[in-house]
């Protein structure tokens, strides 16, 4: 069976300082994956998706990035976080067919201070 | 641009009653729509996913709807219980990596 992994659970970090939150995927191969970010009393936002290694497009202008650089591992970064940051940032992965279910991450709770 | 409405934002109700959640889509053009359930600080459990084509799924007592020409989905949940207090939320995909969120539910059955 399929498996998503996010580390850190929660992160507290000052603004200013860099930012690195990892997703990996067990169980399954070459999946389409997702950073979303959910603010308090907002909906879900897509930040960044991605359909292979290297592969990464964007939803949004941000002071964040992405990177893939392994099949089932998706990066979320940046250099210089703003209080802005702060949220609730979810990963998930769905199969390449458009008719997939989409599967979530148990996310990581970012705090800027 | 899709947007995603669900009503109500709250719903408080006894345990035991039969309820029902809406969501509104603006742009038929999806190749489904999926309810999914989330808990205080975790991420989102996939409940139901219906494909374009179809009219409704079923899961235990859960089932959810689809009207695609409308742009309506019902989620309804038979004889609740306290364990299904959670948000609920609806989310349609119309491009193949374009998904819309609803703002979700928020569900309290009261025991």
């Known amino acids: 069976s399929q498996t998503i992994h996010q580390w850190p659970a929660t992160l507290v970090q000052p603004v200013g300082s860099p930012l690195s939150l990892e997703c990996t995927v067990e169980?399954?191969?070459?999946?389409?994956l997702y950073w979303y970010r959910q603010a308090a009393g907002r909906g879900l936002q897509l930040l960044f998706y991605s359909v292979g290694i290297g592969q990464i497009s964007s939803e949004v202008p941000q002071n964040l990035s992405a990177s893939r650089p392994q099949d089932r591992q998706f990066i979320l970064s940046s250099k210089k976080l703003l209080l802005s940051d702060s949220g609730f940032y979810l990963c998930a992965w769905r199969g390449a067919s458009g008719t997939d279910t989409q599967y979530f991450g148990p996310g990581t709770r970012l705090t800027v201070l | 641009k899709q947007e995603v409405t669900q009503i109500p934002a709250a719903l408080s109700v006894p345990e035991g009653e039969n309820l029902v959640l809406n969501c509104s889509f603006t742009?038929?053009?999806?190749?489904?729509l999926q309810w999914f359930r989330q808990d205080p600080g975790k991420g989102l459990t996939s409940l139901l996913l219906?494909?374009?084509?179809?009219r409704e799924q079923t899961s235990g007592r859960l089932n959810a709807s689809l009207d695609k020409s409308s742009g309506r989905s019902t989620l309804y949940i038979a004889a609740s219980q306290p364990g299904d207090s959670a948000t609920y939320l609806c989310?349609?995909?119309?491009?193949?990596?374009?998904?819309?969120f609803g703002a979700g539910t928020r569900l309290t059955v009261k025991p």
């Open positions: 742009d038929s053009a999806i190749y489904n």
């Open positions: 219906i494909q374009s084509s179809q």
């Open positions: 169980g399954t191969s070459n999946p389409n």
């Open positions: 989310a349609v995909r119309r491009r193949d990596n374009d998904m819309r």
